[in-house]
């Protein structure tokens, strides 16, 4: 079981918006910024947010991150076929002194 | 360009030895730390530890300390995750991945920025 709680899936139609949570605690959201990260079937995972709210260049700005106590969440809008993936939230742990990822969220779009 | 390329796929016997690499380019390999992170077959991500080639420090998570090395070679800009007596459990694809940073006023933020395209391990008797 993961130390950061995310729903394990999600799903909705084209062009509408969706919210992935990431719950955690003290030792990690809590104290230290949440990072994104998207892996499409049969890839790599892809860094999609760091620091919170940070997008990296090339990344579009359908996607956003946000962080309040010891929770995180990751919206998409205007989805798209393509947004199909899965999506992990990471943090650093001071209680485990190391990085901790979420259990993912397989993402389906109808 | 930033890459990392990765060793190819390995199918190995429970007790065997194995030394999978990384090779990073189009960046200063000794300036940034290297991260190995696990997959099981089906599951999410593990972070399996990290380590700085510009000195050789380590990190490594719990549950991964004493089972594996992570180590690297800055002169061929590569680093490595080795096993000395494989499991079963051990099957998995391996990414590596770059720790990226960022720094502003408020402090440092650390996230894998890039990363290699995987390696499978297939442990199997």
């Known amino acids: 079981q993961s130390v950061l709680t995310q729903p394990p899936s999600a799903s909705v139609t084209p062009g509408q918006r969706v919210t992935i949570s990431c719950s955690g605690s003290s030792s990690n959201i809590g104290s230290n910024a949440v990072n994104w990260y998207q892996q499409l079937p049969g890839t790599a995972p892809k860094l999609l947010i760091y620091n919170n709210n940070q997008r990296p260049s090339g990344v579009p700005d359908r996607f956003s991150g946000s962080r309040s106590g010891t929770s995180a969440s990751l919206a998409i809008s205007g989805l798209q076929s393509d947004d199909e993936a899965d999506y992990y939230c990471a943090a650093w742990d001071d209680s485990l002194n190391g990085v901790i990822f979420g259990g993912g969220t397989k993402l389906t779009v109808l | 360009e930033v890459q990392l390329v990765q060793s190819g796929a390995e199918v190995k016997k429970p007790g065997e030895s194995l030394k999978i690499s990384c090779t990073g380019s189009?960046?200063?390999?000794?300036?940034?730390?290297s991260g190995w992170v696990r997959q099981m077959p089906g599951k999410g991500l593990e972070w399996v530890g990290i380590?700085?080639?510009?000195?050789?420090?380590?990190r490594y998570s719990p549950s991964f300390e004493g089972q594996v090395t992570i180590s690297a070679d800055k002169s061929i800009s590569t680093a490595y995750l080795q096993w000395s007596s494989l499991k079963a459990s051990d099957t998995a694809m391996y990414y590596c991945?770059?720790?990226?940073?960022?720094?502003?006023?408020?402090?440092?933020?650390?996230?894998?920025?890039?990363w290699g395209q995987g390696t499978l391990v297939t442990v199997s008797s």
């Open positions: 189009g960046y200063s390999f000794t300036s940034y730390w």
């Open positions: 380590v700085y080639p510009g000195d050789s420090s380590t």
């Open positions: 991945a770059r720790r990226g940073y960022h720094y502003d006023r408020t402090g440092y933020y650390y996230y894998f920025d890039y």
